[in-house]
């Protein structure tokens, strides 16, 4: 199944950020199993989000993200982590947030740089630690991944919104604050025709598109 392409802006930064030299168009575009006319409209996308992304010719050039993009290296000990993880943790099972691929790809991260020993430490603390709540509501996946782009990225989107009495509207939007309350996860956002500013709930939202650096 292709990857939407969301998805594939995502991974396609993820790819770059872990790379230590430039990689061609050409390659990126067989990497993502996409065209080359596409893989170029998606590092357009990648520039127009503000992505530090450059271009070298020559041996070894290409497509590369500036060095200063991605968090230096920062130690962590066992018990700092352990913490960490275990309220991200917590944070997912409650669906507290709506960015859960990318705190558990960032827990993932912090778990494999410790070493064996502080694995298992970690492992043993937090079988120790519980966390006791109200789940979020459930909210669908590429809405939540358009949500987190949007919001990160300072980009409109549009939203097709079912209210409480079941009426389907579509709206664009500027996302302001994103909200959790107990059970839900509410957007404070601005609508981009009227001016007016409201909440939405997340898990009322049925599609998400970010309009900026999107193909037509």
């Given at each position: 199944m292709a990857m939407r392409r969301t998805q594939r802006l995502f991974a396609l930064t993820e790819y770059l950020r872990g790379r230590r030299t430039g990689v061609t168009a050409e390659a990126l575009a067989e990497r993502f199993s996409v065209t080359i006319r596409t893989m170029y409209r998606d590092l357009d996308?990648?520039?127009?989000?503000?992505?530090?992304?450059g271009a070298e010719r020559g041996r070894g050039g290409g497509y590369a993200l500036d060095r200063n993009y991605t968090l230096p290296p920062v130690n962590f000990t066992a018990r700092e982590a352990a913490l960490i993880i275990?309220?991200?943790?917590?944070?997912?099972d409650m669906r507290?947030?709506?960015?859960?691929?990318?705190?558990?790809?960032?827990?993932?991260?912090?778990?494999?740089?410790?070493?064996?020993?502080?694995?298992?430490?970690?492992?043993a603390r937090l079988e120790e630690l519980t966390f006791l709540g109200v789940p979020g509501l459930p909210s669908d996946a590429a809405v939540r991944a358009a949500v987190e782009r949007a919001w990160f990225e300072n980009q409109p989107i549009r939203i097709t919104y079912?209210?409480?009495?079941?009426?389907?509207?579509?709206?664009?939007?500027?996302?302001?604050?994103?909200?959790?309350?107990?059970?839900?996860?509410?957007?404070?956002?601005?609508?981009?025709?009227?001016?007016?500013?409201?909440?939405?709930?997340?898990?009322?939202?049925?599609?998400?598109?970010?309009?900026?650096?999107?193909?037509?």
């Open positions: 996308a990648l520039r127009e989000a503000d992505l530090p992304l275990a309220i991200g943790r917590y944070a997912l507290l947030i709506p960015f859960a691929d990318t705190l558990r790809a960032g827990m993932e991260k912090l778990r494999a740089a410790l070493s064996t020993s502080a694995q298992r430490e970690l492992l079912v209210d409480g009495n079941n009426l389907e509207t579509k709206r664009d939007l500027h996302i302001r604050c994103v909200i959790m309350d107990r059970h839900e996860t509410r957007l404070d956002a601005e609508d981009l025709e009227t001016g007016e500013r409201r909440h939405f709930r997340l898990d009322r939202i049925t599609r998400a598109k970010v309009l900026r650096g999107e193909s037509a």
